[in-house]
RNA sequence: GCCGCCUUAGCUCAGUCGGUAGAGCGAAUCACUCGUAAUGAUUAGGUCGUCAGUUCGAUUCUGACAGGCGGCUCCA
């Protein structure tokens, strides 16, 4: 029997090994139970992977990466067979792998209740505990489609792969790669351990051995979506689950969700009486309390204070303008679903606006603009009002009327790239003062398939996404490409930060816009050096995006714990009992003085209930007083925390809760 | 906008197989004045999301609408 020599590469250790022809990929990792797939080259195989000369083989690890998405991928497919077998007439659309778990689609007659997912996880499990070995087949594309002849979607995903290549399966429906990627077409059986075929699927795999080998799973919910992410396409029952290397790694995922739930700014907004969403005013439209008014202010006073010193110039405009405005400006038809309906006011028709950019762009024409004022930048609060479509309304996070932080910077071409980096220091700059310090970058492009959502030349694309892309990899950050994300006006770069809990959350927007300051827009002039009339390039940026949802997402990124400079009530004061009353209000008297935010506790709880109390309205300063305190002149604090202070003479008292609001820290 | 689920006191939630409802927390009042996460008692508070329909009778069944939740599509 001939040999062969292969490189084995297992826990960061390479072996020059000789093997016998036919041996498979499994046999070079018998020791490790965790290994349940190969990386031979760049691509991934089954363990039954027959080996071949001088390749490199690197096993997979169950609980790196790819082993995880090839055990959700295995679960998809288990589930799918589960589903099947109750329901024989559920048709199958694509069942990939997804950020902490999978899901798959399916053509079911009635959607799926919560009932059924506890039917179909028994199912699963019996599945599992068989033990099905994953057997990879090729076939041709007319053998699969005469296999697969009751599966119209399968069908279509084969017909659309066909002749195109593998590169562009992804293009076919997010998550079809799974199906019909990787060249040659491949169906996978199910394989009892008596040789019978329990079930089979299309897919490129690979898989784990045997569906014994997925330690732990939950199906988590069901909802709709469309087939191949279209709206125009009928809506198959997706059903989503999650799976994990062992029970606790499964727990641990389930313990994160209820952490998440937990920060959940709707619940924290309620408890801590921030803000509210009052029906009668309408879905997406929030009020902010007295309580979230303070933290509105006080980060809308930094903002605005942050923009002048970077030179900025505040600008106040109206909320609603005549429709023509939004036809010079593009937003008509460009933008138009987005915006209210229009409001007929003495038969002319008035609309609330979505952007800014109009507006300012009348700012700027008001008179002759020379370039000794450029970069010429315009800031203001903008309220906008976008008409959402009622399924994607939430919390804060998603409203219909919010203010942006928004600005645009009117400059030469050439002045562009160095405004372009001012403003993304100048965002990054921001996001740490409020205590974000993880980012990333996506570079939103046209999309060049639909010329009709996007105006402009394609030179004028091509050049301004240029100049985006060289800022964005000069800044060092991480860049991810988002193609077809641009606005119509021109291409834009987004700074997406991460929260305490490593959700991400699109921030700020950058974008360059030649568009609306052409002669066929804005018209928007300035007096070159030469005295020839020049057009300026727009750049728009939004730091926050919404002041609304940076609120939002501050109240989970805290958990609803500010520090003390953002902390509706900064200090929360206790008395031991009654007697301690005046010498508290007289403290609290000298602290507001300071501007510092104080409450003084004077209800007839215990207090160990207004301890309670601070505790879960999470003050970051309890100051508390009985006679002790009072004899030696000083004050007793607690942290949020639970960590105690005691004793601290009053002037220290003070002087500390106003040092740490000074310096935004946390305590 | 589409699919599914949901809407009972300020909040969290029971409950009524169709005969107009309860708890805990919270609130108010009274007593207690207490050293680091819940003192006790009393009282008030709901046309059961809105509007129609079925019914002798609807909070309960049906429909429409509004609002919410989870997704899809879209997005700051």
Redesign the pocket.
Known sequence: MSEIKVVRVHAGERQERTATAGTKAWELFADDTDVVAARVGDQLKDLSYVLGDGDEVESVAIDSPDGRDILRHSAAHVMAQAVQQLWPDARLGIGPP?ENGF?YDFDVA?????EDLAKIETAMRKIIKEGQRFERRVTTDADALDELKDEPYKIELIGLKGGSGAGDAESVA?GASVEVGGGELTIYDNVRRNGEVAWSDLCRGPHLPTTKRIPAFKL???????WR???KNK?L??I?GTAWESKEALEEHLHRIEEA?RR?H??LG??LDLFS?P?EI????PVFHPRGGVIKREMEDYVRQRHIEEGFEYVGTPHIAKEPLFYTSGHLPYYG??MFPALDVDGMDYRLKAMNCPMHNLIYRSRQRSYRELPLRLFEFGSVY?H?????????????G?A?DDSHSYVTPEQAPAEIKHLLDFCLGLFRDFGLEDFYLEL?TRDDSKPDKFIGSDEDWAMATEVLREVCEQSGLELVPDP??A?YYGP?V?VQARDAIGRT?????I?YDFNQPSAERFGLEYVAADGTRQQPVMIHS?K???I???IGVLVEHYAGAFPPWLAPVQVQAI??????HDYLFDIAKRMRSQGIRVEVDD???????K???A??QKVPF?M????????AGA????Y?D?R????VPVEEAIERVRQAVASREQV
Request: net charge neutral.
């Open positions: 997804v899901y009635t959607p799926f209740v919560p997010e988590m919910r069901s909802a709709a979506a469309y992410g279209d709206e809506q029952q997706r989503y739930e959940d709707r619940k309620r408890e969403f029906d309408g879905s997406g439209l679903e987005g976008r959402e479509k009622s399924g994607v309304v939430h919390g804060l996070t998603r409203v219909r919010f942006q939103s077809g994300g606005a834009k987004s959350w699109q921030m700020s927007t974008q939004a926050f995006g919404s609304e949802r940076f008395p031991i009992a009654e007697r301690h209800s007839d709880d215990r207090m160990q209930k301890i309670r109390n505790q879960l309890m508390i007083a009985g006679d002790d305190d009072v004899e004050v007793s604090f607690r949020r639970g105690q202070d005691n004793g």
